[in-house]
Structures are given as C-alpha cells and as structure tokens.
T-cell receptor, first 110, second 116 residues
C-alpha cells in the first residue's frame, strides 16, 4: 500500500484558492489517487480521483505530475463550509483497501 | 453518486450488551465492504475487509470474536460489537465498493457508539 504524507493543517480565508499537496512516493503503476473530505461526526465524502495529469469536477481539481509521486488538490474560492479534514488516499489496486493517514485539517476563516 | 446507508446513526448501550450496525449499498452491488473506527480528533482506522459470501479479513490487533462481521448479500454488511465495554465507544464507519466494476469507495454516515 502506498503511504501518503500531507500537511497536518492549513488556514485560508473565504474566497481564496486552496492547494493541498500530498506525497505518495511508492505509488504503484495501477494505483489511482483519491481525495476525500470529512466533516465532524460524518463519514468521508468522495471529492475527486485521478491517475495522471489533471482532473476537474464541479468542486475541485486534481493535479498529478508525470512521476505521480505527488498530487495537489485545488479548491477554488473556498467558503466557511469547506472547513473540514481532507484525506489523500491511494487505494490498493489489489485489495481496494483505503488506509487513512492523518489528513489535512483545513480551517477557512471569514 | 452512489449511496451507502448506515444504521443506526447513534446508539447508547450498557456494558456487556451487543450492538449491531448495518451498512447497506442502496444503488449498487457492494462486492467489498470495509469497516473503520474513528476516535475523536483521530483518523479512520481500518478494522476489517469483508467480501460478499466469504469470511471477513481483520486487520492486525482487531479481535474477530469481538467485532463480528457478516456480509451475506451484495447490499448488506453488518458489524456486531459483542459484549461491549466503554473502551469500545467510538465512531464506526462502513464503506462499500464494487471491485468488479471499479466502483469508487463510498462511505456510510457513521455510527456513534457510546457504551455506559
């Protein structure tokens, strides 16, 4: 299983773009990179998933360089409701297991 | 997106009793389900993996006789905390996926268990 490392916490202000970078040095060839968001006392919510280059959906973008050893989640124009813990995960391509690291606690201030 | 329903959302029980938590995939067939527990201000810890029709695989340190997992159908998995004690109080979260169709992993809303 690829281990992930991301900053423990980040602060931002409403309306700003937030970029959270995650490193996954031992990612395997078939592994995808997935990001989840979790609010207190709720289950994690899927945000975005990618394999390489750039993926964009209605809530975020995911940038993955050619070597795939890192990825950056980009949240455009954050609001107070984006305050949450964000997890970068690499599911095992063999078992589908998701092992959670510490995640990044994002605090959005007014 | 896919929906995973988890019940109950919270439960309070007396020490020594057993508690069952249900996890259902509502709009897809879940070939694989994972059970996690989460303590306050900590990350999710994987407890076990269950594949439909076979015995669950437990992570190291998780007692299989304490946490009984059943995955009898493609839409339902249950976790039973047997003879619960206060130290079992935690937030339990299930997740489900269909590995045959490369379905993403979706999570239930979690169950807060408080053992008195």
């Amino acid at each position: 299983l690829a281990k992930t490392t991301q900053p423990i916490s980040m602060d931002s202000y409403e309306g700003q773009e937030v970029n959270i970078t995650c490193s996954h040095n031992n990612i395997a060839t078939n592994d995808y990179i997935t990001w989840y968001q979790q609010f207190p006392s709720q289950g994690p919510r899927f945000i975005i998933q990618g394999y390489k280059t750039k993926v964009t959906n209605e809530v975020a973008s995911l940038f993955i360089p050619a070597d795939r050893k890192s990825s950056t989640l980009s949240l455009p124009r954050v609001s107070l409701s984006d305050t949450a813990v964000y997890y970068c995960l690499v599911p095992s391509s063999n078992t589908g297991k998701l092992i959670f690291g510490q995640g990044t606690t994002l605090q959005v201030k007014p | 997106g896919a929906v995973v329903s988890q019940h109950p959302s919270w439960v309070i029980c007396k020490s020594g009793t057993s508690v069952k938590i249900e996890c259902r995939s509502l709009d897809f067939q879940a070939t694989t389900m994972f059970w996690y527990r989460q303590f306050p201000k900590q990350s999710l810890m994987l407890m076990a993996t269950s594949n439909e029709g076979s015995k669950a695989t437990y992570e190291q340190g998780v007692e299989k006789d304490k946490f009984l997992i059943n995955h009898a159908s493609l839409t339902l998995s249950t976790l039973t905390v047997t003879s619960a004690h206060p130290e079992d109080s935690s937030f339990y979260i299930c997740s489900a996926t269909n590995r045959a169709t490369n379905e993403k992993l979706f999570f239930g809303s979690g169950t807060q268990l408080s053992v008195l």
